[in-house]
């Protein structure tokens, strides 16, 4: 059971890192495992608070260029 779950979440993780590279193609490593840190443990370290991190979250949106590889949900 244990090795099934562990494949699972290896498939899962290769397309969502393939998926990301797609839409950021100038992804760096760094990128990569800060999202794999990120989508286990969270953004507490980033931000105290979900108000704070609302906060933070439009402010760097506001800064953001709008590309191609800009997801449509984010447009």
């Given at each position: 059971?244990?090795?099934?779950?562990?494949?699972?979440?290896?498939d899962e993780t290769?397309?969502?890192?393939?998926?990301?590279?797609?839409?950021?193609?100038?992804?760096?490593?760094?990128?990569?495992?800060?999202?794999?840190?990120?989508?286990?443990?969270?953004?507490?370290?980033?931000?105290?608070?979900?108000?704070?991190?609302?906060?933070?979250?439009?402010?760097?949106?506001?800064?953001?260029?709008?590309?191609?590889?800009?997801?449509?949900?984010?447009?």
């Open positions: 059971m244990i090795e099934t779950d562990t494949a699972k979440m290896t290769i397309l969502v890192l393939a998926r990301h590279f797609e839409l950021y193609p100038l992804m760096t490593p760094q990128d990569a495992v800060k999202l794999l840190y990120q989508s286990e443990f969270g953004c507490g370290h980033f931000a105290p608070s979900h108000e704070r991190a609302r906060e933070m979250l439009d402010m760097e949106c506001a800064v953001l260029e709008r590309t191609k590889t800009t997801p449509k949900s984010s447009r």
